[in-house]
């Protein structure tokens, strides 16, 4: 049995799950708009289309949010206070680098984030990006607070795809487990999916299984019942 991390942390956010874990397999950071080995070196980058980032940035500051842009592996912002940039130092580890514009930063953005803690607001940017900008970019939402811009091909749906093919394993072999509303775009292509218990309604709707929260060791129940208990007892060949 393999596992494997998709998320929309950047590199550096993803380098403490490595030794805890016992990740040996790429990982996908961005959503996907970014694969990397365990060691951190970097073997695949989409970016966000040029032609419409700026737009895409605009357009979202219009809407009412607040922009930060992830690029390489950096993390930039104008304003080190805006919302919910100090909790995403906490989690991801490293702090963002400040600058006063994003001049010269979007001919390659990996990932365009919108937030704001009007979680309604964040939806309809959501439904507004989608809309506007249709096949050129992936919008989703992270969490209720965070919309994701990426590539069009940078999403959690086409990271499962990308894994099935690389280790050769039949999506129907694959279980994904998740808590977001980005996440159900790989539930909707693997064999079977759980949705953890502190998931919304409307993404506990879209799994095949719902297991308890992230509070209650939900990850390692959904592992016991429905992946392990019908997992086979033999190698999967790399």
Not at 129 to 147: C, D, M, N, W
Request: proline fraction near 8%.
């Amino acid at each position: 049995m393999l596992f494997a991390i998709t998320s929309g942390r950047p590199p550096r956010g993803l380098s403490m799950l490595v030794e805890p874990l016992g990740v040996n397999v790429p990982m996908a950071a961005f959503n996907g708009g970014m694969i990397i080995l365990p060691d951190m070196t970097v073997v695949d980058e989409r970016t966000v289309p040029a032609e419409v980032a700026p737009a895409v940035t605009e357009r979202m500051r219009e809407l009412g949010l607040y922009v930060w842009i992830y690029r390489g592996t950096d993390w930039f912002v104008t304003d080190p206070h805006a919302p919910h940039a100090e909790r995403e130092a906490r989690t991801c580890q490293f702090p963002p680098e400040v600058v006063p514009d994003y001049d010269g930063l979007l001919d390659r953005a990996v990932k365009i984030v919108g937030v704001s803690d009007d979680h309604d607001l964040v939806e309809r940017a959501e439904t507004a990006i989608r809309k506007e900008f249709g096949t050129y970019v992936s919008a989703a939402r992270s969490q209720p607070y965070y919309l994701d811009v990426t590539h069009p091909t940078a999403n959690k749906g086409v990271v499962v795809e990308r894994l099935s093919r690389y280790f050769r394993i039949p999506l129907a072999r694959i279980a994904t487990i998740g808590d977001q509303q980005n996440d159900a775009l790989m539930f909707w292509l693997s064999g079977v999916s759980i949705a953890m218990g502190n998931a919304s309604e409307e993404v506990q709707r879209q799994a095949t299984y719902v297991t308890s929260s992230n509070e209650e060791e939900g990850f390692a129940e959904a592992i016991e019942r429905f992946v392990l208990s019908y997992a086979p007892a033999v190698p999967v060949p790399l």
